[in-house]
Every structure is written in C-alpha cells, then in structure tokens.
C-alpha cells in the first residue's frame, strides 16, 4: 500500500469517525506501512465500534505479540475464534503463540483446526509437527512435517524438526536415519561456501574457539558447557559464545559471567551471522545444537563460515553436513563401527563427551521411600517429548511386573496432558490410579522428587543424560535400555562410567526383568542408595578439568592437521595427566595456641553505610551469642562508633573502611587479628585481613547475575573476599550455587546454608491494631504491599503494570515500605491511577503493615534470601512471589508463584488471592513455613563454623599439627 493509499485512508476517518469498516482499513494501511504501533490504536477502535469483529482481533494480537505481550495477545487470539470459529488464521495464531510460549500441550488443537479449515499452508503443518513432536507423537510429527515439505521443499527448519522427531522413533536404524539426514543436506545445503580462510596457520598460538547454541540456558547443554567454560585455558583459547536463546535465565548470566565475548545472535539471519563469525576470526565454531530446534543455523554452518567445525552435546545424530567436519562424542554414544553412519569424522573422548555438575544444595540422600512404605515407586523425570506411546508402553509393562508399584512422571507441559497419559497407560494394562503426573518442576524440587523415588525408568529411545546424572546424584539407580543409535545411548554410558554395566538392559524383555529384579532387592537398593553419589563424583562425570583439557587436546590436534593441510580424521583423544588444578590460596597465618585460641573478629563495616538487612542479620547474630556465651569470644570492630550498641559484646574502633585505602585496610586488619591472638575473622561484608583464616558471608551474586563491572572497587574486594575465605555461610541453598556456579574452583564442601531468621516481632495483628494502623496513616482502601528498594532486579515495574491491569484498582490502594520517598523517575510514567503511600516504618509499623494488606507483591527477579517474604508469612499475610532464586526455598506452598515479567498473571494471582479459601490457605501455610526461620538457628550454624575454622587454626599452629 503507498504512503497516498494511507494518506487517502486517514482521510476517510476524519470523515467518518464512527465507521468500523473505514478504521480496520486504516489499520491494515498502518500495518502494510510497518507503522505498528499506530495501528493498534485503530484495532482498538474497530472493536469498541464491533466488540465482534474478529479480524481486528486477530490484527490486534499480532501487534500485541509483536511488542512481547503475549499474554494480552493470547486474549485477542481466543476472542477471535469465540466470534467467528471460521476464522483458521485466527485459530493458527493462537496455536502458534503458544507453541512459541512452551505450551505444545495446548497449541495443538487450535492448529488442527486452523488446518482443517485451511489445510493447503505448509507453514501450518510445520507448526502442528513441532506441537506433536514436542507433546511425544513422533510418528504423527513425521507425517506432518513432510506434508509441509510436499508443499514447500525449500522449508530447511521444517525438515530439521522432522530429523528430530525420527531420532525418537525406536525402529528406526542408523543408516535410515544417516540417509534421512543426508538428504536434508542435498535439498538444503548447496548454497555457496566461504572460500579462501584467512586465519594465520600458526599450529601453537591461541585460537578462537566459538560455541553456537540456542540453549545456554537451564538445559543438560547449558549445564555440561557451565563448568568447561570455567575450565577453559585461556592463555591457549579465546572464548566467544553465540547465543540465539531468546530469554535467558540464571544459567545464561553464570556463562555470560565467565571469561567468554558473549554474542546475543537472536534474529539475525544466516548470512548475519555468517558475517560475524567471520568478523571475530574464529578459527574452531563448535555446534551445540544441530538439527534440535528446527536446526536455525544450519545453512550458516553448510556455508563454512569458519576453517573447522565441529558438533558436540545437544543433537545426538549426525548432521548430514559435509560442510562439519568433526563430531565430539565418546566409546558410549558411538562405539566403533559407527562411523559410517556420520558425515563428520568422529572424535572419541576417552574420559567420556560429558560433565555433570550438580546443582548445589541439593538435598541429602535418604533412605528408598520403598523402607518406610514397602511400596516400589518408580520415577520417569524426562523432557515431554520423551513421553512417546512405545515409552509409555515399556513402563507399563514395568509396572505390571511389580505388583503394587507406583510411578512418578515428572515433565513441562505433562500435567496439560495428565489425562491423555493416564488413558495411554490404563491402555497398555496398567491402572491409572498408580501414575502421578507432575508438571515443571524447579532444579530444588526436582532433586526433592527424588526422595520419594526408589527406581528412576529411562526413556526409549530418548535416553536422558541430565535425568540419569541427577538420579545417581540422589542415590536412585536408574534402568535404561541400550539401542542402536546415539540418541538411545545417553544414560547407558553414564551407568557404564559409574559402574553399573548391570542396570543396562539390551532388549524391552531384559528392560523390565532388571527393573523387576532390582525393585524386589530392598537390600540392594538401600545399598546404592548410599553409594552412588559417591561414584559419580570420583567418575571421569565429575571431573571438569580433566573434560576441558580433553577438549582442548582435540581442538589443537584438529588446529595443527589444518594448519598442515591435512584431512580431517577419526581421532582418540586420551584423558590428560595433570593433576587438578586449583586456585592458589593466599597465604594463610595460623593462631597460636593460648587463652585467646579461639578468639574471632567481627568487622561492623557494613554499619558504618547503611541500616539495611544485613545491618538485622548481625545484629540478631550478636544478640543471641550475647545469650549462648558466644559472644564472649568475639570482638567487633566498630568503624568509628557506627556500630549499633549491643551489651554484652566487646568491641574495638577502628578507622572507618575506605575503598581508597584498600591495601592499608587488610595491613590494619591483621595488625589487629595479631594483636588480638585471633584464631579466625568474619565480616558484616567483604573485607578480609592479609593472612588469619576468614569465613566469609555470602548474601547474595546480584553483580555476577546481573554482570556489574568487577573493576569497580567493591567488586573486586568482593573477589578479594572469596580468594581468602577459609569457609563460606551463604543466607541460601540458592546462594550457595550460585557462589559455586561463579568460583567453580571453590569447593562445595567449603560452603554451609544457614538461612536468615525472622524476629518474633513478626506475628499476625488483632483487627483493632490493624485498623489504627491505617488511621495513622490515612490509608482508606484496602492495600497492596510493596516492601524494599525498587531497584530493577526488584522489578517494581511488573508490579505497576499488574495494578494498572487490575479491572477494579480504584476500589484498591498501593502501600510502599523502603526505597526512596518519592516514586523512582523511570517508573513514574507507569503509577498506577488510585491511592499510593511511600512509608519509612519501624520494625512494629512494618508487622502491622504485613498483617493490614491484601498481600504482599515480590515480583522480584533475585533474591539472595527474599526477608519480606519470611517477614509477611511471620505476619499471616499471603505472598504473591516469583519461582526466581531463593523465594521458592523461602516461601515453599506458601505463596502463589508468577512470571517474572508476566503482569498480566500478576494482575490475575491479585485477583486470585482476593478469594477467602486462597487466603486461608495460604495465611495457615505462611505462619507454619515462617517457624523454619530464627534467628537462634542461624546463629547456633555460624558459630559453629567459626568454631571448626578456629579450631582447625589452632590444631594446625601446634607444633605436631603440622
């Protein structure tokens, strides 16, 4: 349409301002013109106009969806059908949005039945193969996306998908699915290919290696690369990662944290991102996703963009290219004779292709739940896609072999299906009451399902790496059934390097004869429930120097043949003989032994700024070792008097801190532990002396998670901090990772949770202290609470958005305790219409304002323990949190859980928690889930690892201690 066309239609509106008809057409003029913004306001006026008119809708959703609202879309979508069910693009739109949004369980029936109307558009039967293929159809998915391939050949992502799905058909063999993927390559991959590589042929210098994924994200991909990238040498190999996830999450941050050039690469096309990589001068580009996906760039790697490429983790089969010339795997995943069935020359590890850290602060291992309730309950915790009819069938047959039995399946997106996989068991004679069906599960509660899991199933023939390691890792044995191809092999390999050969089955028969078997040895089971997280973590699994050394043995071997000219050839890469490798420590001063032995110094510098949470942390510390006498062996070094007095504690003034000074603060700081005969140091924040052991506090990793600039001073004391510590407190299971997700050299074992305490000033309000509450200060109408700073992790701005989105805010006002007094500038143009209070309160107002709100709002993106959380279940009042960091492990049931950006699910979680029953519920669980949480528990823990840091010092410092 020309710019006269749209001038012609603004005209026609002027005219006639309440003619829906001319408006829809000023809006597809808009539209055409690329003017998307502008046209929503005509698709909202068509639909005051006609509230009916189905095609302004579906126009709408796509403006919506384009501007990443989608839930609003989804609205727009599903109005669109319920007024006129004829309509297939509004009914493939809907299906395709939530494909888009990870819900193939639902996107499926609206794609049926936009093909049913319109069945002639290959992208349409594109879109209902991949809901198929993710939601278990493989052979359904199949049929689908050829038919998209009849009607358009030239579909390559259509055809990866397909790839895809045939590597979760059984039957299939590994020269069918060789042929199949060769033939991707003759339709897709005979573009023109970079010539001529400039990159020096130097064998020895350092190269430019590339990762490529489309998950550097919570997946086994984003997992196996985490602790190679913190391995990595790079005086010999400079990083870069090409990231086309298009969110990413905490373990993209992790990544992103690491040494490494990060390339976000979403939306570029093939030949941009050819361009780029070819821009950066990388000499090795390892492929991290294949054809998985819809295969996004594999037309860039057919076009040779760099002088080697190589795949690795994330596709199981071959990629068809010859354009790739090397596949990293292990003896496992393809054993020899499989060559034939690979474009790429194969290079086996001989430590094995993966690596496994796992999440810490994983719950111990418990006994089999089989012990107490001598029922077997088997475990299947796979991706969706995994939970094919001929896996189903195969777990039936399990389940009727052990009378009794229960499972447990766990996938995204299988609650959607709860039914349809119940009626797929009861199918193959299993009773639908014994399975149980969860949705997606967080890293903690996935461990968590493991203790009530004797026997975890693989799956057939999409084994599961990432299932199996996390199995052995909470001491469940895992049965899985060996077949021909590499995809059905994962767990098979892994079973093989921890040394349970015995777990993996050769046939269906054999399958359910060792799961039988091991199900009726309770002594068995008991047996390896204790041992198994033992040998994964002496196996070659867990060694991530050693997977990383291996790696970069390959690439330089697959450097020095291209350097010479040579072909690319098979090669075996033996694990190396280095030891491991680790930080070196800084010097550490032992205590001397004497009546002061045991002496610990505590630095109050974080008084001397500011009076926030971990200004109560210490203070409620010091207060109950003042009570338990443990006190009487701490000195607080109080930064010219800005210590909170505290009686019973002694204390000593030291010059104020100084990131000025940083050097002449740790000299002064040990002439003070010497002087004192300290045996071990702490700190309210990141200060460390020279030499005396320290244990260090981690509240929480906001600058590593949000990439803050670590040559700012008090970053770089931070690292400082952590280089020195002797043993570290993390506030949170979910701190603790992440100190070891970013410092993957620190150990573990070094790191004790001691969740922060809630006073027991925090306790529900009689309606009389809540109601003169409120006349103190003037608020009106019932309220929600916002409570903290509203900096961005905080995310006051979903909050915001959420209470605009709210059908009756007027009726509603907003409470904001903390932060600044006035609204921040950036979110003033989001303030919400109605009444808003910004409140500085004292502990006892802030109780009364947790027990007066309709609920607390805590959209918050991180948080190293969420205090208000515990603080406003203390107080009965019900939360309204995020699945994000620690507020899970802090709220538990206890709160309703949204998306961090999703203020539309906001706005529907304020209405829910309006309901009495929902309150109820939640307030009961709150005020029970708030008891885990005193402050005397968490000052008994850190006592105690002072004492073992202390004691360790002076064993040590004794002249036979070493």
Known sequence: MTSADLDAAERAVAARPDDAGLWYLLGVARLDAGLLEQSESCWRKVLALDPRHAKASVNLGLVLQHAGRGDEALRCYRDAVACEPALAQAWFNLGALLLERGQPADAGEPLRSALKLDPGRADWHAALGSALRETGSPRDAVQSLRTALQLDP??????????????????????????????????????????????DRQPERRLRIGYVAADFRDSSVGFCLQPVLAWHDRSGFE?????????EDPVSWRLRARDVTWRATTGL????????????????????????????????FAAKPAPIQVGWLGYPCTTGLDAMDYRITDIHACPEGMERFYSERLVRLAGGQLCYRPEFGAPEVGSPPSVAQRTITFGALHELQALTPEAIALWARVLCSVPGSKLVVAARGADRLAARIAGKFASAGT???CIEVLGELSAPARHALHGRIDISLDAHPCSGAAAALDSLWMGVPVVTLRGATSASRNAAGILETVGMRELVAESEVRYVQT???????????????????????????????????SLETAYRRMWRAWCAGEQARPMQIEPPASGPRTAAPRPVRRASAGARAQRVIVDGVFFQEFNTGISRVWQSLLQHWVASGFADRVILLDREQTAPPIPGVKRRVVPRHCYDRLAEDRAMLQRICDEEGAAVFASTYYTSPLETPSVMMAYDMIPEVAGSDFNDPMWREKESCIRHASRFVAISASTARDLCGFYPALDP???????????PLFRPAAATEIEGFKRRHGIKRPYFLVVGSRKTY?????????????????????????GERDLEPELQALRAEGERYMLRLDDEELRLAYCGAIALAYPSIYEGFGMPVAEAMASGCPVITTMRASLPEVAADAAIYVKPMDYIGLASAMDEIQNPEVRSRLVARGLERARLFTWERMARTVAGVLTEVATEAVAESAPDGG
């Open 794 to 818: 905080k995310n006051a701005e979903t909050f915001l958005r959420a209470f605009a989105a709210l059908r009756d805010r007027h009726q509603f006002a907003v409470v904001c305790v903390g």
């Open 431 to 433: 009773d639908a009451g």
């Open 239 to 247: 990083i870069f990662c090409y990231s086309d996830a298009a969110a």
């Open 515 to 549: 799961a039988a078997a091991l199900a009726s040895d309770r002594e068995r089971l008991l047996k390896l429930r204790g041992e198994l997280r033992g040998r994964l973590e002496r196996s070659a699994l867990m060694d991530a120097e050693h997977c990383a050394r």
């Open 154 to 199: 030239s579909m390559h992502r259509a055809h990866s998908e397909m790839l895809q799905a045939l590597n979760s058909i059984p039957d299939l063999t590994p020269q069918s699915l060789h042929e199949e993927h060769k033939a991707w390559a003759l339709r897709h991959a005979g573009g023109p290919r970079f010539q001529g590589h400039e990159n």
């Open 269 to 300: 096309s093939n030949a941009q991102f050819s361009e780029g990589l070819r821009a950066d001068r990388i000499d090795l580009l390892v492929d991290l996703a294949g054809h998985a996906a819809g295969g996004l760039r594999m037309p860039a």
């Open 749 to 759: 074992a070094r790191v004790t949770v001691a969740h922060c305490g809630v006073s």
